[in-house]
């Protein structure tokens, strides 16, 4: 049977872990698979370091789910829970991963720029479209008291992501470029959203939650989530992995196809109310 253990919420807990007993959080030799995370992700894990592992980080997936059902209800969009039938909710769930909470964070916005300094190719594309000053003076805080416990981190967490292994949907051939189309729609926040999370890169699909809130219409989320579990049947291979690539023609691309149907639904209303 496959044990993840505590998952990617390993990383908030070591390193909150390593501050407390005065150790360098960054006193490891990086891999492919060990990247580790900004500083401030300490500040997610203190409250958890004493608790097992799998406890822990089941209480934070746990607690992130719920915030996101919580915003979704909140803003009266009850269909929208499908995106936990989703295969990239499901795969984010195996490894205790932030993308739920950074889907959250599109209903919670002060949460948006504190989670940009946690994982930010993931929660950029959120954060730009959800900035309050709030958020802004919250994430500032935390990134001044991170440089005053340890100034040099920035540096040092840069050079360890140089074995990173990512993609870039909108440079995905051939189906990436597509997606500078949502430029169509540039002044509407879920376009944005969806052209922010083109241009920046992810590591596994189960980084891809805030897709989900791109679908303004119940119809559009249902098919979305459907669709999501074509994904494992192209390459599921040892230790529960995907090619990411294949996100790009089966997720993003109907997700880009939610945004030219509100282009095109907004001109045909726009076209319609002139020859009133």
């Known amino acids: 049977m496959y ?43 203190l409250p958890f370091v004493a608790l097992p592992k799998p406890l822990a980080a089941a209480l934070f997936f746990g607690g992130s789910s719920g915030l996101l059902a919580y915003g979704i209800l909140r803003a009266d969009e009850p269909w929208r829970l499908s995106i936990f039938a989703s295969f990239p909710y499901i795969y984010a769930l195996m490894f205790a991963q932030w993308s739920p909470l950074i889907a959250a964070a599109w209903f919670f916005p002060a949460l948006a720029p504190l989670l940009a300094l946690v994982k930010p190719n993931i929660a950029l594309p959120v954060a730009l479209n959800r900035l309050t000053w709030t958020g802004v003076t919250l994430a500032g805080g935390t990134l001044l008291v991170s440089l005053l416990i340890y ?18 949907p909108l440079l995905t051939l051939p189906f990436g470029p597509f997606l500078a189309l ?79 149907y509100d282009l095109w639904q907004a001109r045909r209303y726009d076209a319609h109310s002139h020859a009133q």
Not at 24 to 30: C, G, K, S, T, W
Not at 204 to 225: K, N
């Open 3 to 45: 044990y993840p253990g505590p998952g990617d919420f390993n990383w908030a807990l070591d390193t909150a872990t390593a501050l407390l007993q005065g150790r360098d959080p960054y006193d490891f030799e990086a891999s492919s698979l060990k990247v580790p995370y900004p500083l401030p992700v300490a500040l997610f894990g």
């Open 151 to 168: 100034p040099s981190w920035p540096l040092r967490w840069l050079g360890m992501t140089r074995e990173y292994q990512n993609i870039t």
């Open 182 to 260: 949502a430029l169509l729609r540039w002044q509407d926040d879920r376009a944005r959203l969806l052209l922010a999370m083109s241009v920046l890169p992810f590591r596994g699909v189960y980084d891809l939650v805030a897709l989900w809130l791109i679908p303004r219409l119940s119809r559009h989320a249902f098919v979305l989530t459907a669709l999501s579990w074509t994904v494992p049947l192209f390459d599921f291979g040892v230790g529960l992995q995907t090619r990411p690539a294949w996100s790009v023609p089966v997720l993003f691309l109907p997700a880009l196809g939610c945004v030219l």
